[in-house]
């Protein structure tokens, strides 16, 4: 995996928020920053040779100004860009791959007024590797990650990114995990909670960083909703507790991506190295 982050962008508002955000994270984590636009002229059909392609032009001078955006808010960020041609959601999955982090808009040029999230979202944050992080608008946050924990294996790699990100910005990590009844435990017979036995080993890994267990009753989604109000980072996996293997974006991840206040993180098992994906069942 090389070690800069991508981020798409097309032009639009929330799309020079992805690159904001994404440079402020690069600069967090002392990694360079790579702007990709996606020319995609399947709706419109490719250019005569000897004709100037519009799609190019415009994406060229998009890369431009939203270089300058990065730049602007984080001046010591190296930053790169690539005009790329394809279906957008296929070619910044391409980018991902090789990655630290893919940042994208929540909605898109052309999206519906109405629309809570686009399609590039949705196909890249339930197909690419690693984390793909989906921003909404701008807006003060209260400095604190939230992470949605769950009893199976396959939350390792959220939980990873989440203390990353927590370490990188010297904030509070809030854990939160949603029961449907007052007398769930563990799936191991003789452990504490699903929080306290989840986290202990994270905490010794990442011992500077304050964790606050949350535990709720009721369905995930609206815990994790109401959780996001005010936070900086939400962070899940990329599919839930019974989930089928083909699965890529389980529910409660896609119903999050949908409501959360905040922009939201999801995590595949490929962030972490050498761990098996097929095992993956996260929230």
Do not use: K, N
Request: hydrophobic residues 40%; glycine residues 12%.
């Amino acid at each position: 995996m090389d070690e800069y982050i991508v981020v798409g962008t097309d032009g639009s508002d929330l799309a020079v928020a992805a690159v904001r955000w994404a440079a402020r994270d690069a600069a967090r984590r002392a990694l360079p920053l790579r702007i990709v636009h996606v020319v995609d002229h399947r709706p419109y059909g490719v250019p005569a040779p000897d004709q100037a392609d519009p799609g190019v032009s415009a994406g060229e001078r998009m890369l431009r100004q939203a270089a300058g955006a990065a730049g602007e808010c984080e001046p010591g960020v190296a930053v790169v860009t690539a005009l790329a041609e394809g279906p957008p959601g296929e070619v910044l999955r391409d980018q991902a791959a090789t990655a630290a982090e893919l940042v994208v808009g929540s909605r898109g040029v052309g999206g519906p007024a109405g629309a809570l999230l686009g399609s590039v979202p949705v196909q890249t944050a339930g197909h690419a590797p690693g984390a793909v992080v989906v921003v909404r608008p701008e807006r003060a946050g209260s400095g604190e990650i939230v992470v949605g924990v769950d009893d199976s294996p396959g939350c390792e790699p959220a939980l990873e990114f989440a203390f990353e990100q927590a370490r990188a910005r010297g904030c509070a990590l809030r854990a939160v995990h949603a029961r449907r009844s007052p007398q769930e435990r563990s799936s191991e017979p003789g452990t504490g909670s699903v929080l306290t036995d989840r986290l202990a080993g994270w905490r010794e890994r990442y011992p500077d960083v304050e964790v606050r267990e949350d535990l709720r009753h009721g369905p995930p989604v609206p815990a994790l909703v109401d959780a996001s109000v005010g936070a900086d980072l939400l962070v899940v996996g990329s599919r839930g507790l019974g989930a089928v293997g083909s699965l890529l974006l389980g529910s409660v991840s896609r119903e999050v991506l949908h409501h959360a206040q905040c922009p939201v993180a999801v995590v595949r098992g490929a962030a972490v190295a050498g761990r098996d994906d097929s095992t993956s069942g996260r929230a």
